[in-house]
C-alpha cells in the first residue's frame, strides 16, 4: 500500500516539472553558473592586474582537491546563502506535495482505496527522496564549480580524502539531509492541520527563523538557556544540528559546545523528525476528508 | 439477500444537525441502484462514509461483506463524490495513470480503454486545467471503472453534462450493471433519469429512509387505466367513484386484471376509444409526496 502510494506520488511528482526545476535543480544550476562566471571574472581580473603590473600569468600549480565539493556539499545546512535557499525550495516543493490534495480536493478520489497512513508516508518518502536528489544534484554543482577553477586557472586536479575525512563528510551530509527532511515534516504536520499550502510554506519558514533568532546568545543569556542544556537542544533544532556537527568534527561550527550536549542534541533532533510526522498521521487518520 | 453495502443505525450528526439518522439500508448486489432525497437528506453523509471520507457518529456499516476500514474490501469499490478535480498540470491519460498507481493497478489498468469508454479519447493528452465540468465527471468516471471494481459508488454522475453525454453516460451505467456484472450505487437529483437507468431506489429525507424497492414496485402502486376516448362523460357514468377526468381523457382507477372487461363494456356502449394505456405513480411523484419537498409548477425533468 505504501508502496503504490509512493509510485503513485513520485509519478504525480515527475509531471509537475516546475515543482522539479525549482526544487531539484534551480538553486544547484545558480550555484554551477555563478561559479563559472565567478571564476572567468577573477581570471579576468587577476590578468589584468598581472599585465598591468608587468608581471607573466603563470599557471598555479596547486592542484584544485575535487573532494572539497563534497564536504562543501555536505555542510549545506550549515551554509545561510545556498542551503538557506535550497530550504526554501524544498519547503515549496514540500507544500506542493503535502497540502496539493486539499487545494485540488484530490483526496477524495484516493483516499478510499488506500489506507491513510500509506497515503502520508508515500508523500514523505517522495519529498526524501527529492531531498536527496536535490544534494546530489547540488553535488554535481559543486563538482562543477572547483572543476571549472581548475579548467580557468589551468591548476591541476586531485581527489585526496581520507577514510576518517570522507565519514566525516557522511554524516555531515547525513545531518543535513535530516536537516531538511525536518523542515519538511514540519510542513506536512501544519499542511495537515491547515489544509493551506501557503501555511504549509511560511509557517516552518517562520518558525526557522524564530529559531535561528532564539540560538542568538543574547536572546539565549535572556531566556536563562544554556547551549549544552536540555531545555535549549529541545527548542532549537538547529542548534542541536551545530551540535552534532561539532561534536562530530570539532571546530566545523563556532557553536561552544561540549560533549554534555550529544544526547540532548540526538533526542532533539529525532523528536522534531518523529513528532511532526506522528502528528500529521495522528491527524490526518481522523480528519475529514469531504471537505477540502 | 446478497447485499454490497449493509448499513445498521448509521447516524452522523454535525453539531445539533443529523446528517444521518439510525439508516437502515441493504443494498443488493447486481443491478443500478438509485439514492433519492432533496438537499440536506443525507446521500452525500452516507457515501462519505461508505467511502471512509467520514466517520460515522453512531451505527455500523459494511461493504462487500466486510467494514468499511477494510482496504481489501475498499479496493474492490470504485467512486466518484460529486464533480472530481484533478491536479491541473496533468493530462487526462496522466490523471488515470497516477490514480491507478495510487489505487494498486498500475500495472493492470487499461487506460485507453476507459479514455475511449468514457469518450475522452481525442482529449486524452490534454491538461485537465482546460476541461469543462463534464470532462471532468466522464474523466471521474472513468478514473472509478478502471480497477474494475464489483462496486461503484457515483455521486450524480451527468451533473454538468449536456444531453447526449447523460445518455452516453446512462448507458454506459447500464452496461456495467447488464455486461460487465458491475453493482452501480448512484445518487442523483435528475428523478426521470433515476427511473430510467436504476432497477432499484431508495428516498432518504431527513436522513432517514422513507421508502424502497424496485422502480416497477414503487410506480405500479396507484397504477391506472388512462382512456382517450370521444366522450369522457360516458365513461365517467360507467366508472362511477373509479373515474377521474385527465383534460379530456379519464383515470380509471382499476386493476390490471379488470381492463379487458372495462374495454369491452365501453365498445358496448359505444365510446370511441382513442388509446389506452396503464400510467403508474412516476418516481417524481412519489419523492415528493414522501420527502415533502414542494414541487414546482414546471418540473425540471433533468433531462
Known amino acids: 500500500m505504501v508502496f503504490d502510494a509512493l509510485g503513485a506520488?513520485?509519478?504525480?511528482?515527475?509531471?509537475?516539472?516546475?515543482?522539479?526545476?525549482?526544487?531539484?535543480?534551480?538553486?544547484?544550476?545558480?550555484?554551477?553558473?555563478?561559479?563559472?562566471?565567478?571564476?572567468?571574472?577573477?581570471?579576468?581580473?587577476?590578468?589584468?592586474?598581472?599585465?598591468?603590473?608587468?608581471l607573466p600569468t603563470t599557471p598555479t600549480v596547486t592542484p584544485v582537491n575535487l573532494a572539497e565539493a563534497i564536504t562543501f556539499t555536505a555542510n549545506l545546512a550549515a551554509q545561510a546563502n545556498i542551503g538557506g535557499l535550497i530550504l526554501v525550495f524544498m519547503l515549496i516543493a514540500g507544500a506542493t506535495v503535502y497540502a496539493g490534495d486539499y487545494r485540488w480536493?484530490?483526496?477524495?478520489?484516493?483516499?478510499?482505496?488506500?489506507?491513510?497512513?500509506?497515503l502520508i508516508l508515500g508523500k514523505v518518502g517522495v519529498m526524501k527522496i527529492l531531498a536527496f536528489s536535490t544534494l546530489l544534484v547540488l553535488l554535481v554543482a559543486a563538482f562543477v564549480f572547483y572543476g571549472t577553477q581548475a579548467v580557468v586557472f589551468q591548476r591541476p586536479v586531485s581527489f585526496h580524502m581520507s577514510g576518517a575525512e570522507a565519514l566525516d563528510a557522511l554524516l555531515v551530509w547525513l545531518l543535513s539531509y535530516v536537516r531538511i527532511v525536518q523542515y519538511g515534516l514540519i510542513g506536512l504536520l501544519i499542511a495537515v492541520m491547515t489544509r493551506s499550502m501557503m501555511a504549509a510554506l511560511f509557517v516552518p519558514l517562520a518558525l526557522g527563523f524564530a529559531q535561528s533568532i532564539l540560538g542568538i546568545p543574547p536572546f539565549m543569556a535572556l531566556m536563562k538557556l544554556?547551549?549544552?542544556?536540555?531545555?535549549?537542544?529541545?527548542?532549537?533544532?538547529?542548534?542541536?544540528?551545530?551540535?552534532?556537527?561539532?561534536?562530530?568534527i570539532p571546530g566545523i561550527t563556532q557553536v561552544p559546545i561540549t560533549s554534555a550536549?550529544?544526547?540532548?542534541?540526538?533526542?532533539?533532533?529525532?523528536?522534531?523528525?518523529?513528532?511532526?510526522l506522528l502528528g500529521a498521521l495522528?491527524?490526518?487518520?481522523?480528519?475529514?476528508?469531504?471537505k477540502e | 439477500m446478497n447485499a454490497v453495502i449493509e448499513t445498521r443505525g448509521l447516524t452522523?450528526?454535525?453539531?445539533?444537525?443529523?446528517?444521518?439518522?439510525?439508516?437502515?439500508?441493504?443494498?443488493?448486489?447486481?443491478?443500478?441502484?438509485?439514492?433519492?432525497?432533496?438537499?440536506g437528506a443525507g446521500k452525500s453523509t452516507l457515501f462519505r462514509i461508505l467511502l471512509g471520507l467520514i466517520r460515522p457518529t453512531a451505527g455500523s456499516a459494511a461493504m462487500m461483506g466486510g467494514p468499511l476500514n477494510d482496504i481489501s474490501h475498499m479496493?474492490?469499490?470504485?467512486?466518484?463524490?460529486?464533480?472530481?478535480?484533478?491536479?491541473?498540470?496533468?493530462?487526462?491519460?496522466?490523471?488515470?495513470?497516477?490514480?491507478?498507481?495510487?489505487?494498486?493497478?498500475?500495472?493492470?489498468?487499461?487506460?485507453?480503454?476507459?479514455?475511449?469508454?468514457?469518450?475522452?479519447?481525442?482529449?486524452?493528452?490534454?491538461?485537465?486545467?482546460?476541461?469543462?465540468?463534464?470532462?471532468?465527471?466522464?474523466?471521474?468516471?472513468?478514473?472509478?471503472?478502471?480497477?474494475?471494481?464489483?462496486?461503484?459508488?457515483?455521486?450524480?454522475?451527468?451533473s454538468?453534462?449536456?444531453?447526449?453525454?447523460?445518455?452516453?453516460?446512462?448507458?454506459?451505467?447500464?452496461?456495467?450493471?447488464?455486461?460487465?456484472?458491475?453493482?452501480?450505487?448512484?445518487?442523483?437529483?435528475?428523478?426521470?433519469?433515476?427511473?430510467?437507468?436504476?432497477?432499484?431506489?431508495?428516498?432518504?429525507?431527513?436522513?432517514?429512509?422513507?421508502?424502497?424497492?424496485?422502480?416497477?414496485?414503487?410506480?405500479?402502486?396507484?397504477?391506472r387505466l388512462r382512456l382517450a376516448v370521444s366522450s369522457a362523460d360516458q365513461v365517467l357514468a360507467v366508472l362511477g367513484a373509479k373515474g377521474v377526468r385527465d383534460g379530456e381523457a379519464v383515470l380509471a382507477e382499476v386493476k390490471r386484471a379488470e381492463g379487458p372487461a372495462l374495454i369491452r363494456a365501453l365498445v358496448e356502449a359505444n365510446v370511441d376509444i382513442h388509446e389506452a394505456r396503464w400510467v403508474g405513480t412516476d418516481l417524481e411523484s412519489i419523492f415528493f409526496t414522501e420527502t415533502g419537498a414542494v414541487q414546482a409548477p414546471e418540473a425540471d425533468h433533468g433531462v
Open chain 1, 282 to 290: 495522528a491527524w490526518f487518520r481522523q480528519q475529514d476528508l469531504s
Open chain 1, 9 to 54: 506520488e513520485a509519478f504525480r511528482l515527475s509531471k509537475n516539472r516546475l515543482t522539479v526545476f525549482w526544487s531539484v535543480f534551480f538553486i544547484p544550476l545558480l550555484f554551477a553558473l555563478g561559479g563559472v562566471l565567478y571564476h572567468l571574472i577573477n581570471k579576468s581580473q587577476g590578468d589584468k592586474l598581472a599585465a598591468g603590473a608587468g
Open chain 2, 12 to 39: 452522523k450528526t454535525y453539531g445539533d444537525v443529523r446528517a444521518l439518522d439510525g439508516l437502515d439500508l441493504s443494498i443488493p448486489r447486481g443491478g443500478v441502484y438509485g439514492v433519492l432525497g432533496p438537499n
Open chain 1, 261 to 276: 550536549a550529544l544526547w540532548p542534541a540526538v533526542v532533539s533532533l529525532t523528536a522534531w523528525v518523529l513528532l511532526p
Open chain 1, 105 to 118: 480536493e484530490t483526496w477524495r478520489l484516493i483516499s478510499a482505496r488506500n489506507d491513510r497512513a500509506s
Open chain 2, 160 to 223: 454538468g453534462m449536456d444531453p447526449p453525454g447523460i445518455q452516453e453516460m446512462r448507458a454506459l451505467i447500464r452496461s456495467l450493471a447488464t455486461e460487465d456484472g458491475v453493482t452501480v450505487v448512484l445518487a442523483s437529483h435528475q428523478l426521470l433519469e433515476v427511473q430510467r437507468v436504476c432497477d432499484r431506489v431508495a428516498i432518504l429525507n431527513k436522513g432517514k429512509l422513507v421508502r424502497e424497492g424496485t422502480v416497477s414496485e414503487l410506480t405500479s402502486v396507484g397504477e
Open chain 2, 75 to 158: 479496493r474492490r469499490t470504485g467512486s466518484m463524490i460529486e464533480t472530481p478535480r484533478f491536479p491541473p498540470y496533468l493530462t487526462a491519460r496522466q490523471v488515470l495513470r497516477w490514480l491507478a498507481l495510487e489505487h494498486g493497478v498500475g500495472a493492470t489498468a487499461d487506460i485507453p480503454h476507459w479514455l475511449a469508454r468514457v469518450g475522452l479519447t481525442e482529449a486524452a493528452d490534454r491538461k485537465v486545467r482546460g476541461f469543462s465540468v463534464g470532462m471532468m465527471q466522464r474523466l471521474g468516471v472513468a478514473a472509478a471503472l478502471m480497477s474494475r471494481p464489483e462496486l461503484v459508488i457515483l455521486d450524480e454522475p451527468t
Open chain 1, 226 to 248: 544554556h547551549p549544552d542544556g536540555w531545555a535549549a537542544q529541545l527548542l532549537l533544532p538547529g542548534m542541536a544540528y551545530d551540535t552534532l556537527k561539532t561534536l562530530l
